[in-house]
């Protein structure tokens, strides 16, 4: 039962955020880019995290601390920034390191008419997987904020979409990839798109993180609309899956060359492929036609 409280708790986290960074990138379309849009990303995110709170959306209660501005030292006597932890208590309590990524959604369309997207690569991903690894969350938590932790993970909330390997390698890590769905930067580009922009729009990868996908397809469900049982399982089983791939057990437990990386890796291009289908199915459902 604690197992599942695990689940439910994570999966409401991240399809609020998912659904919160998607109204974002739509509002922020005719506002001209500011110097410090990471940071202001960073602050809505821990806006984000206390409007959950109150909500009471979750039984769990969570909090969020923005911590950019105050470097960690790790194993190395290297020093790290972490732009936002998210704390979430129970037993087992649960963190997310967070690192976001921001960009000038204002000019959007006019760098996709110069086939320019401000990517987000696998390196970022490795270099995520280092700091933290270098840091050791759960010594971490404890030095710093006087608390303790049972799982933590690593969670990447960017308006920047990701290539399709970095996608594959997050999952592959278990770190929580939240971006805009590719209907949102569809919008951003309006109804007249041309064949250039078509073009560059394809390069984007279908990819709604499967605790979002779940949801979704869970309030249609409740709407009285049929939606396959076999399908919500799919999506409740990765997401359960995802809660044992905490960086403990990534990290400390095992090497991070691991083989089983190799074997998650093929697991996980697999369930991209059903992620995808899934994702269409979800758009028809929806009315919404890519």
Wanted: charge should be positive; include cysteine; proline fraction near 4%.
């Amino acid at each position: 039962m604690k197992a599942e409280k695990e689940v439910i708790a994570r999966i409401n986290i991240i399809y609020h955020l998912w659904k919160k960074i998607n109204q974002y990138l739509l509002a922020r379309r005719n506002v001209p880019i500011v110097s410090y849009a990471g940071r202001e990303l960073e602050e809505m995110l821990v806006s984000w995290i206390f409007e959950l709170k109150k909500s009471k959306a979750i039984a769990n209660n969570v909090f969020a601390f923005r911590t950019a501005n105050y470097p960690f030292k790790g194993k190395s006597g290297v020093r790290h920034k972490i732009d936002v932890v998210i704390y979430v208590v129970g037993r087992p309590a649960l963190c997310f390191l967070v690192e976001c990524k921001n960009f000038d959604i204002y000019n959007f369309r006019e760098n996709v008419k110069k086939g320019k997207v401000p990517w987000v690569r696998e390196n970022v991903i490795y270099s995520m997987l280092m700091r933290a690894y270098d840091l050791c969350p759960k010594l971490f938590f404890e030095k710093e904020f006087r608390i303790n932790i049972e799982r933590s993970y690593c969670m990447l909330m960017t308006t920047r979409p990701l290539t399709s390997t970095a996608i594959l390698t997050a999952l592959s890590y278990g770190i929580c990839v939240i971006q805009p769905e590719i209907y949102s930067y569809k919008i951003l580009l309006s109804e007249e798109v041309s064949e250039r922009e078509k073009d560059t729009l394809k390069k984007f990868p279908l990819f709604i993180p499967p605790e979002a996908l779940y949801c979704e397809l869970l309030n249609i469900q409740k709407s009285k609309h049929p939606i396959s049982k076999i399908n919500l399982k799919i999506l409740y089983d990765f997401c359960r899956e995802n809660i044992n791939k905490d960086l403990e057990n990534l990290l400390f437990k095992e090497n991070i060359c691991h083989k089983t990386y190799w074997q998650d890796l093929i697991k996980n291009k697999e369930f991209l492929k059903k992620l995808k289908y899934l994702s269409y199915y979800y758009y028809s459902m929806e009315g919404k036609f890519l």
